[in-house]
């Protein structure tokens, strides 16, 4: 089993910048993706960005530029920059790690953008 707890969300002004940030905890060796998903009320759940083990990113086509995707394998974190917020980035922001082709999720931080 994987544990991972987000951390980081809160409630920022138009134009602002946060830092996520999710630490994995449990049974962590064999881990390849992490990254973070987010949902906003009445949508699907949908991708933000992943980075593999070695390093390797992918990002929402609509987010490039705007949010950073990073990982420290040594401390089993994961982290998600986010820059010039606006209120259409508002949602629960998930994160995920996948280990021997199965998915875990943490419980998820709440993004609220808004003046």
């Known amino acids: 089993q994987v544990q991972l707890v987000e951390s980081g969300g809160g409630l920022v002004q138009p134009g602002g910048s946060l830092r996520l940030s999710c630490a994995a905890s449990?049974?962590?060796?064999?881990?390849?993706?992490m990254g973070w998903y987010r949902q906003a009320p009445g949508k699907q759940r949908e991708l933000v960005a992943t980075?593999?083990?070695?390093?390797?990113?992918n990002y929402a086509d609509s987010l490039k530029g705007r949010f950073t995707i990073s990982r420290d394998n040594a401390k089993n974190m994961v982290y998600l920059q986010m820059n010039s917020l606006n209120s259409e980035d508002t949602a629960v922001y998930y994160c995920?790690?996948?280990?021997?082709?199965?998915?875990?999720w943490g419980q998820g931080t709440q993004v609220t953008v808004s003046s």
């Open positions: 980075i593999t083990s070695g390093g390797t990113t």
């Open positions: 449990g049974t962590i060796f064999s881990i390849n993706a």
């Open positions: 995920h790690a996948d280990r021997t082709s199965r998915r875990y």
